[in-house]
T-cell receptor
Framework: GAVVSQHPSWVICKSGTSVKIECRSL??????MFWYRQFPKQSLMLMAT?????????EQGVEKDKFLINHASLTLSTLTVTSAHPEDSSFYIC???????????FGPGTRLTVT | DQQVKQNSPSLSVQEGRISILNCDYT??????FLWYKKYPAEGPTFLIS?????DKNEDGRFTVFLNKSAKHLSLHIVPSQPGDSAVYFC????????????FGTGTRLTIIP
């Protein structure tokens, strides 16, 4: 149980284009989903928290107009990186939790490379 | 401001021996702690957790110890197996913190056959 999928697993895009990453909880209803970013050999940095049907809460320093998050249902959240630049290249990971539980279950991550 | 710290970036342990990974935190509002295991280019996998009302939680080969007064927790893996080689992150959350997790910097564990 507690499986989270992420799509795509890797993507290469040109500078200035937008990229959408999907995160799905496959066998449970995720009341809350989280988006993280990880730079090489560093920890996971929380970007934003989203609850189904409401606006995401962004961490300090994260541009909400650049990283658009939509949590349309209890099983799907999307992160859109708009007008991507090479410095947006990173490993993006989503996680999901259910019903006020502390445990978060993570997707496999998406490697984004902006050329 | 790193609120959760893992001071050992790497650790090597002989197969069959005990692996002990340490984690310190500074935020006294943290009251739930978790350990995750991560392989390269994959998402973290949940291992074990502990609430602040406990000082020990055990699940198979994994035991987490919490010392609230010292703001310190540790993960014990015994016996260590080659498949345990990975990066281990400790994480902490507050009961009223919207379930947000604050992650440590990670410790790379290598099990030597």
């Amino acid at each position: 149980g507690a499986v989270v999928s992420q799509h795509p697993s890797w993507v290469i895009c040109k500078s200035g284009t937008s990229v959408k990453i999907e995160c799905r909880s496959l066998d449970f209803q995720a009341t809350t989903m989280f988006w993280y970013r990880q730079f090489p050999k560093q920890s996971l940095m929380l970007m934003a928290t989203s609850n189904e049907g409401s606006k995401a809460t962004y961490e300090q320093g994260v541009e909400k107009d650049k990283f658009l998050i939509n949590h349309a249902s209890l099983t799907l959240s999307t992160l859109t990186v708009t007008s991507a630049h090479p410095e947006d290249s990173s490993f993006y990971i989503c996680s999901a939790s259910a019903g006020g539980r502390h445990e978060q279950y993570f997707g496999p991550g998406t490697r984004l490379t902006v050329t | 401001d790193q609120q959760v710290k893992q001071n050992s970036p790497s650790l090597s342990v002989q197969e069959g021996r005990i692996s002990i990974l340490n984690c310190d935190y500074t935020n006294s509002m943290f009251d739930y702690f978790l350990w995750y295991k991560k392989y390269p280019a994959e998402g973290p996998t949940f291992l074990i957790s502990i609430s602040s009302i406990k000082d020990k939680n055990e699940d198979g080969r994994f035991t987490v110890f919490l010392n609230k007064s010292a703001k310190h927790l540790s993960l014990h893996i015994v016996p260590s197996q080659p498949g345990d080689s990975a990066v281990y992150f400790c994480a902490a959350s507050e009961v009223r913190g919207n379930e947000k997790l604050t992650f440590g910097t990670g410790t790379r564990l290598t099990i030597i056959p």
